[in-house]
């Protein structure tokens, strides 16, 4: 535990001088725009923190020191890491600036979830083996199968009182495991560990220990919602959860979005649900309908090939509109592998799929460069070759590939 440092012992406090003890080259595995990559950077060490190492379930905190970003903190046995991309001197000090919005936000999540743990344990006796504090919602992991909609609704309403009844939230270090009350939660503590124990209590609700950041008063998590249940791993339940700031912002998005299908409906949020599934029912109809035309035509096509004197040795049909049933149609609507049959459905110059349908030797030989030229991947088995393509805006250079096929042949 870093009990030595002032993030263990005053999570208000954003800006702090402190000595660098040590600044040694390193690299950092990260993720930057969604790409795993190496950063080259510092480790620096600092005679005291106010920047909260990763632990706990909880992210680290961000900041600076000095005009430097620092990148990630992480713990190294009783030491907070300090990574930043530029060197710092060794003995000289620096003043460290807490990002302020990252460390409330992670506050509210994990006090609120040490809340929520507490009383879905009281009220309903499943407890809680783990918690993740994600960058948009958090939600922690019960030893329960399920838990019913009433249950949620109830321990909801439960941590809300207990918020606007403003309970302290205090923490106390204890020198050693051994003298932590029984009352207290020790879940996770590492086996054979010594030395200070920090123990956060909520008055008259839970006592748990913790290496984390928290607010100092429940008045500060605002409030609490339970957004949802899933099943979790190993017959367990998920319940997922926004405190404070996230529950802001979480209702900032839904009202957007509810103005935005306000507009698209032309109806207000209390129609919304009546009007899609009309326009749901109604789009399902349409799609009956254009099926049944697109078959109906999918024939005409075939009779128009069918009365042509003589029949072609290959015949090509794209159709942007048209669908697998529409080509099978097609087929089975010739009925013969006389005519070598090169069928395109969807858009133009986009993605698709293809057909080549005929004797089993052509079908064979072209299938394959024609499914190349088209950039797609298929396969294909006596008088049938079928795929899915990117670039049908090639289809001219794939009947020219037929086309050649033929008069070679002749």
């Not at 460390?103 to 499943?126: C, K, N, P, W």
């Not at 922690?140 to 941590?159: A, N």
């Not at 035509?297 to 090939?305: H, I, N, Y």
Request: glycine share 10%.
């Amino acid at each position: 535990m870093l009990q030595k440092f002032i993030v263990i012992i005053d999570g208000f406090v954003c800006q702090f001088t402190a000595k660098v003890l040590s600044c040694k080259e390193a690299s950092l595995k990260t993720v930057i725009n969604g790409k795993k990559e190496l950063l080259n950077g510092f480790e620096v060490i600092l005679d005291d923190t106010i920047l909260f190492p990763e632990g706990g379930g909880q992210p680290c905190d961000r900041g600076f020191l000095g005009s430097v970003p620092v990148v990630q903190v992480s713990q190294h046995g009783t030491d907070a890491v300090h990574f930043v991309t530029e060197p710092l001197v060794e003995g000289e000090t620096v003043r460290q600036m807490l990002d302020w919005d990252r460390r409330l936000d992670h506050m509210q999540q994990h006090s609120g979830q040490h809340l929520v743990t507490a009383i879905t344990d009281l009220e309903f006796g499943y407890p809680t083996t783990s918690w993740w504090l994600g960058e948009e919602v958090s939600y922690i992991e019960l030893d329960t199968p399920t838990i019913k909609q009433e249950e949620i609704t109830k321990i909801e309403q439960i941590v809300n009182d207990k918020i606007r009844a403003s309970l302290p939230v205090d923490m106390e270090v204890f020198g050693d495991v051994g003298l932590i009350p029984e009352t207290v939660r020790t879940r996770g503590l590492p086996d054979g560990h010594k030395g200070p124990v920090r123990v956060v209590t909520i008055q008259g609700v839970d006592s748990n220990m913790c290496c984390g950041t928290h607010v100092s008063n429940l008045c500060q998590l605002q409030v609490i919602k339970l957004l949802h249940a899933e099943k979790g791993k190993k017959n367990k339940t998920n319940l997922h959860f926004l405190v404070g700031g996230r529950v802001l912002k979480h209702l900032a998005g839904c009202l957007e979005r509810e103005q935005k299908f306000t507009a698209l409906l032309k109806g207000g949020p209390t129609d919304h649900v009546n009007l899609v599934d009309k326009l749901q029912k109604s789009l399902k109809l349409t799609n009956k309908n254009v099926q049944t035309v697109l078959k109906d035509l999918a024939v005409l096509e075939a009779e128009k090939l069918k009365r042509q004197d003589p029949l072609p040795k290959y015949y090509c049909l794209h159709r942007k509109e048209g669908d697998t049933d529409f080509m099978n149609v097609f087929i089975n609507e010739v009925g013969n592998q006389k005519v070598l049959l090169f069928l395109t459905v969807g858009e133009d110059k986009g993605a698709g799929q293809m057909v080549l349908y005929g004797d089993s030797q052509p079908v064979s030989q072209l299938g394959p460069k024609v499914c190349e030229m088209l950039k797609g991947k298929g396969a294909g088995k006596g008088p049938k070759f079928q795929a899915k393509v990117s670039n049908l805006e090639n289809r001219a250079q794939a009947e020219h590939i037929i086309e050649q096929y033929f008069n070679s042949s002749n």
